[in-house]
């Protein structure tokens, strides 16, 4: 841990604080960053040991009679200061079985579908995959279990595409699997960070969790569906 | 100055930077949800003083509702003789599991008592006292997946709660009449319902259920009323959750003091 003094003023954000200290005492401080305006998902941190984007963390939120704690995202290895290697994030994303249309509706080939089928997975669209909710799940960040489990953005993901009204594809036994849906336990830490207020347990994994629990856990449903087979 | 470079380790059990009183939250869960273990497993465990007839009142606690076995009021009369007396029974321990099990393994709940009594984590961001994990993918906890039959057995003990409601509006006087009326009992028996109800109707299988399993749900108008109604319950989930649990166990205690005469019932109407 470094210590850096910086001279702060009004409307400061924590970003505004490292770029500066950048400027003024530390020029190979390695920092990402990008829009400024939480729309980027680049300079996520923990601030005060929470999981925050650094240009979304006012410093007059913070305690200030103590100095404010900086580091980088717990969850993925570290390669310089502030900085982590993001990219296992991106690997995960491709085992993610794709978007998989009906038929289209109309001779001209496009779809037909109401706003409000497609209202629950605008929610998850608005994902700026800051990997906040990945650096703060505890199945991640302390369990290191990443080979078994995608971790709370993909399983958004994966729930804006097994909830899309016109896909047709069926991703609940890999969820079950291979992506480890139930590592998770609720904790709604996820939730909790997401800048862009995702209720990502309640809309998105408590949902695939039921879907999943139709598919391989209730023998009702089980029962249900080889009548209709039948 | 020292040099740049980060090395993380693995924090160890309640080691966070986390400067907030992080550690209030799961205690408060802990004191809360232990307290209402103990209690509710004493008094299941009385067996007596869980029905309150002075007054001409009726009211019966909800941690005894339905009374299937063991009085003469109860569905299937007296306490059979073939229970071995060294047996403990109690009317409750036939029904208590129900709504037990189905906070047990609700969503809610599991996140809070996950957090609170087994530190897993402890909250978030702050380190944990085991390196193993499981988490529900495997036994024990994949039996959380049985959480939508406890729903269903709980809507059916909200029906019978209901009906003790309307049992207490009704008041036996010395001559035999019954009359319509309203004590402190009857509010709270139905505060009871209201709050059970609220927690119950918005739970996340139930949700599920009754529509959230459909991609399109706008072909199906009703089914998307019903599934924007609990919704709407869903997101006052953790608050229904406290609230239910405080009121069920005041119910209990208000019917047991009452019935055992420390306390008196007031009658309104």
């Known amino acids: 841990m470094v210590n850096y003094t910086t001279e702060i003023s009004e409307g400061m954000v924590v970003l505004d604080a490292v770029l500066q200290i950048q400027a003024e005492s530390a020029g190979d401080l390695a920092c990402r960053w990008n829009c400024k305006a939480g729309k980027c998902g680049s300079c996520s941190a923990e601030i005060n040991g929470k999981p925050k984007l650094m240009c979304m963390t006012r410093l007059n939120t913070l305690l200030m009679d103590e100095p404010v704690t900086i580091e980088p995202m717990r969850a993925f290895p570290p390669i310089k200061d502030l900085i982590t290697d993001v990219s296992w994030n991106f690997e995960v994303k491709k085992r993610i079985k794709k978007f998989k249309p009906r038929p289209p509706d109309a001779p001209d080939g ?114 249900v569906k080889l009548f209709r087979k039948k | 100055m020292a040099s740049n470079l980060v090395s993380i380790t693995r924090r160890s059990a309640g080691q966070t930077m986390r400067k907030d009183l992080w550690w209030v939250t799961p205690l408060v869960t802990f004191l809360g949800l232990g307290a209402f273990v103990v209690y509710s497993t004493w008094a299941a465990f009385q067996g007596e003083h869980y029905r309150f007839i002075g007054n001409g009142a009726n009211y019966l606690s909800p941690f005894y509702s339905p009374e299937v076995l063991g009085s003469a009021t109860a569905f299937f009369g007296e306490k ?36 609170a009594f087994w530190a897993d984590p402890p909250a978030c961001s702050v380190g944990e006292p085991r390196h193993s994990y499981r988490g529900e993918n495997s036994f024990p906890l994949i039996l959380q997946n049985i959480h939508r039959y406890f729903m269903y057995l709980a809507v059916i003990f909200i029906l019978f709660l209901a009906h003790d409601v309307y049992e207490a509006l009704w008041f036996t006087d010395a001559a035999g009449n019954t009359t319509f009326g309203i004590g402190v009992g009857t509010i709270i028996l ?20 009754i529509g959230g399993w459909r991609d399109e749900l706008s072909k199906k108008p009703i089914q998307m009323s019903a599934y924007n109604c609990v919704t709407c319950l869903n997101r006052r989930h953790m608050l229904f959750a406290w609230l239910s649990l405080f009121v069920v166990g005041f119910s209990d205690i208000y019917v047991r003091l009452c019935s055992m005469g420390i306390w008196t019932d007031w009658r309104i109407i």
């Open chain 2, 80 to 115: 059979p003789g073939w229970i071995p007396e060294w047996l403990p029974f109690s009317p409750a321990f036939l029904i208590l599991w129900g709504p037990g099990g189905f906070r047990l393994t609700c969503y809610y709940y599991r996140g809070a008592y996950y957090k």
């Open chain 1, 110 to 223: 496009t779809w037909r579908m109401y706003q409000e089928d497609i209202d629950r997975v605008q929610e998850f669209r608005k994902c700026i995959e800051c990997f906040l909710c990945q650096d703060v799940c505890h199945v991640l960040r302390d369990h290191e279990k990443h080979a078994d489990f995608i971790g709370p953005r993909f399983l958004v993901y994966a729930a804006a595409l097994e909830m899309h009204p016109l896909d047709t594809e069926d991703r609940l036994g890999e969820l079950k699997d291979a992506h480890g849906l139930g590592y998770c336990n609720i904790t709604k830490c996820c939730t909790k960070v997401c800048p862009e207020n995702i209720t990502i347990t309640d809309n998105a994994i408590i949902p695939l969790k039921e879907r999943v629990v139709d598919e391989f856990y209730d023998p009702f449903k089980k029962l």
């Open chain 2, 190 to 209: 139905a505060a009871n319902v209201f709050f059970l109800g609220g927690y119950t109707f918005g739970c996340h299988s139930l949700r599920h259920l």
